[in-house]
């Protein structure tokens, strides 16, 4: 079965110093996702992406991020300056309208970021 | 503005026994149902959808869920649990249609213990 894949699984990174989350949704897939879970919380939608675009984001979603398809097949989230409280599991995840997957989002395994 | 509601932060059953997670959600129209399973340091697998049809959905791994409108509910359940099903459990809520456009709400979760 296809499966989004994300890299890396773990990171820790200092407060201040850029990451970037990579993820390669399922090759078909039309809809690009980031979702993170803080330690403990539930899970958070942070932004959709379609179409080279940004179609929808969350408030949490602030100036200090941003999302990418440099090629035709990775999708990455970029932190520009980690805080502490970036800290979390972030999930890549996928979609798309066709008959086999049926509107269902599918999600990659994780990258946690743990922000020193 | 769409919500989920998982009443049950913890749960512990004994192994062979039948369990049932409550979900419930509040949303404007008639969602897209899902339940996801994480697993310690795992990643979100889908077990289970319902879009439209047959209210009584069956999953992977021997769980099925019953959609009942009246009471805004979706909930899990599993005849026999298996000491591999101790996980959490997330219930979530997708916009209906066929966009494929799928920005899904996730509940807070249900922690499964299954002691022997």
């Known amino acids: 079965e296809p499966e989004v894949t994300q890299t890396p699984s773990h990171q820790v990174t200092q407060m201040g110093q850029e990451v970037i989350l990579r993820c390669v949704p399922i090759s078909n897939h039309l809809y690009f996702y980031w979702y993170r879970q803080i330690l403990g919380q539930k899970v958070e939608f942070l932004v959709s992406?379609?179409?080279?675009?940004?179609?929808?984001k969350s408030e949490i979603f602030d100036d200090q991020f941003s999302v990418e398809r440099p090629d035709g097949s990775n999708f990455t989230l970029k932190i520009r300056s980690t805080k502490l409280e970036d800290s979390a599991m972030y999930f890549c995840?996928?979609?798309?309208?066709?008959?086999?997957?049926?509107?269902?989002?599918?999600f990659g395994e994780g990258s946690w970021l743990t922000v020193v | 503005a769409q919500s989920v509601t998982q009443p049950d932060i913890h749960i512990t059953v004994s192994e062979g026994a039948s369990l049932e997670l409550r979900c419930n959600y509040s949303?404007?129209?008639?969602?897209?149902l899902f339940w996801y399973v994480q697993s310690p340091g795992q990643g979100l697998q889908l077990l289970l959808k319902?879009?439209?049809?047959?209210?009584l959905v069956q999953g992977i791994k021997g769980f099925e869920a019953e959609f009942k409108r009246s009471q805004s509910s979706f909930n899990l359940r599993k005849p026999s649990v298996h000491w591999s099903d101790a996980a959490e459990y997330f219930c979530?809520?997708?916009?209906?249609?066929?966009?494929?456009?799928?920005?899904?709400?996730f509940g807070t979760g249900t922690k499964l213990q299954v002691i022997p």
């Open positions: 992406f379609y179409n080279n675009e940004i179609s929808e």
């Open positions: 949303y404007g129209a008639t969602p897209y």
């Open positions: 995840a996928s979609s798309d309208p066709g008959r086999n997957s049926g509107n269902t989002i599918y």
């Open positions: 319902y879009f439209s049809g047959d209210t």
């Open positions: 979530a809520v997708g916009p209906p249609g066929n966009r494929g456009y799928q920005k899904v709400t």
